[in-house]
């Protein structure tokens, strides 16, 4: 989760995250570039008083800052579309969760066993332990287990809400009457707190998720102690 004066991204927690932070120090790096090239050549124009002739019209010049920039875009485009792809595809998921956005909470179904769902709402500031994050913490978190491919399917009962966990690289619209599938695999346990971030309503700001990464023998003694509930 993020932290006090943290500027850059959160650690990530799934392969996708990893390569997204890679891509944004990527573009970064070229940003950089072309923003210390361009502030070069115009702190020369501003303060040379001379003028070099040959520069005043001239085809080689034309062209190469015709071609550079369009090379340019080419060496972010070709990562980024490798990305979007990617993040679309789904490996055979292990298991499969079902997130349904409401005014202002989160229901969650695990399809693949019988009659286990619950719903997950933010818990109060005086309800709080004294480890707890205020407008972060659930009273039922989603517990998952790690090194396995996840599938998880969002929609909506009311208005859209948005799924987001920036930890694993995740973002999903919730919409009414669909189904959006986002696909993603946790190589770390730990707790990875998200929010909606969809303008839903006057409670937006307290419908938090949280997905607990666990191991696979924890998950199952979870879900067999879920069931039998």
Known sequence: MPTWSQLGLQDSASPLMEQLI????????????????????????????????FLLEGQTIEIIWTVLP???????????????????????????LKAIGHQWYWSYE???????EFDSYMLPTNELPTDGFRLLDV???????????IRVLITAADVIHSWTVPALGVKAD???GRLNQVSFLMN??????????????????????????????????????????
């Open 174 to 176: 919730a919409i009414p």
């Open 22 to 53: 890679f891509f944004h120090d990527h573009a970064m790096v070229v940003l950089i570039l072309i923003t210390t090239l361009v502030g070069y050549m115009m702190a020369t124009l501003f303060f040379n008083t001379l003028t070099n002739r």
């Open 110 to 116: 695990y399809s693949d066993f019988l009659q286990v």
């Open 70 to 96: 369009a090379l340019i875009l080419i060496f972010i485009a070709l990562p980024s579309l490798r990305l979007l792809y990617l993040l679309d595809e789904v490996n055979n998921p292990s298991i499969t």
């Open 188 to 229: 770390r346990p730990g707790l990875f707190y998200g929010q909606c971030s969809e303008i839903c309503g006057a409670n937006r700001s307290f419908m938090p998720i949280v997905i607990e990464s666990v191991s696979v023998d924890s998950f199952l003694n979870w879900i067999s102690s879920a069931s039998e509930a």
């Open 139 to 149: 009273d039922n978190r989603t517990v998952l287990p790690m090194n396995t491919q």
